[in-house]
């Protein structure tokens, strides 16, 4: 056993940081080096001795249970491979401290262009958001479908797929949604508008949560829109039904998020809108494994055939999107 713990560490070149080497790399966790803030703990950059930048994720607080998992965890999330999925650089365990260390992406994640410090600099062109859509649904499947044991991400959003210094995504905090208490994850989760609707009454995440949570994503990537949209003091709009009855009366050009200045491929973007949508549906039966999102984001035209023909893309039909309130709601769409 410590012989295919050593291969581990070894194959993934990872290993067990010192608290005072992360305080000396972080500038001892200085305020000036925070990089953001989220349920589980704050994230700081820091230079090693040897010129290399880090992201350290410091997290907040931790109960007995949780202790016992860290190791575990970070073993599991240690052995992960694959080129759209965070690679984990070590971790520390110190006394109250637990702490993840990562490379530095210098894009920071897809929420800062999209509705952060980098969103007015329209640096997200439509190759780029294809690329993203495309690379974080490989990194999804890959955990879904490929990892060993398999792996609920439980935590799919913007903040949470970071940018290379290429724009190539990496899907970061798989696992870690496990450390959120539950209740503060259902509130955090479902106030931004990612939470699968079957989630709040059951509780239990499964793949499904993470498609839902994907098809709001990528609604969000091409259309610039947040997930849920103010209308007034009391109503709330979800991006899916927003965009879908757009979508049934095949105005795609006005879903386009303006900032791409009418530059894309009209065809891709009806693909990844349909895909967005069906991803999102309120019923899970009818969502599409990661494995099949990904074929049909690459155009795999059976399937978008199949897609395209669902009734679900009909006029005039009761949207069911299960994401305003409690019991889900439905609103009807007359031709507009």
């Known amino acids: 056993n410590s012989d295919r713990k050593n291969k581990v560490k070894n194959d993934t070149k990872w290993r067990i ?79 109250q401290e637990r702490l993840i260390v990562y490379d530095y992406m210098s894009n920071l994640s897809l929420l800062s262009h999209l509705h952060g410090q980098h969103s007015a600099e ?29 792996i609920i991400h439980r935590d799919i959003k913007p903040s949470n797929v ?11 905090d798989f696992l870690l949604a496990k450390f959120i208490p539950r209740n503060a994850a259902q509130v955090t989760t479902s106030v931004k508008g990612y939470l699968a609707p079957e989630y709040a009454p059951l509780g239990k995440a499964s793949e499904s ?72 549906s309120g019923r899970p039966e009818k969502r599409p494994t990661m494995i099949e999102v990904v074929e049909m984001l690459k155009g795999d035209k059976e399937k978008l055939g199949v897609l395209e023909n669902d009734d679900m893309f009909k006029r005039g039909l009761v949207v069911d999107s299960g994401m305003e309130g409690e019991e889900g709601h439905k609103q009807e769409i007359g031709n507009v």
């Open 162 to 172: 970071l940018l290379d210094s290429d724009f190539n995504p990496q899907v970061a």
């Open 209 to 280: 949560c993470d498609v839902y949570s994907f098809g709001v994503l990528l609604l969000e990537l091409v259309s610039g829109k947040k997930p849920v949209e103010k209308l007034s003091s009391t109503t709330k709009r979800a991006i899916a039904d927003w965009a879908l009855p757009l979508a049934r009366e095949g105005r795609f050009s006005e879903i386009v998020d303006q900032r791409v200045n009418g530059s894309y491929v009209e065809e891709e973007l009806r693909r990844v809108v349909l895909v967005g949508l069906v991803c999102s």
């Open 17 to 95: 940081f010192s608290l005072k080497e992360l305080q000396s790399a972080t500038n001892n966790f200085n305020y000036d080096n925070k990089l953001g803030e989220g349920e589980v703990g704050s994230v700081y950059w820091g230079q090693l001795w040897d010129g290399s930048q880090i992201a350290v994720k410091r997290f907040k607080s931790w109960s007995d249970e949780a202790n016992k998992e860290f190791s575990v965890e970070i073993e599991i999330l240690a052995r992960v491979r694959h080129k759209y999925l965070l690679k984990l650089r070590g971790y520390c365990a110190e006394g």
């Open 122 to 150: 329209c640096q997200l062109n439509w190759n780029r958001r294809m690329n993203i859509a495309i690379g974080a649904a490989e990194g999804i499947a890959h955990l879904h479908h490929h990892a060993t044991p398999r």
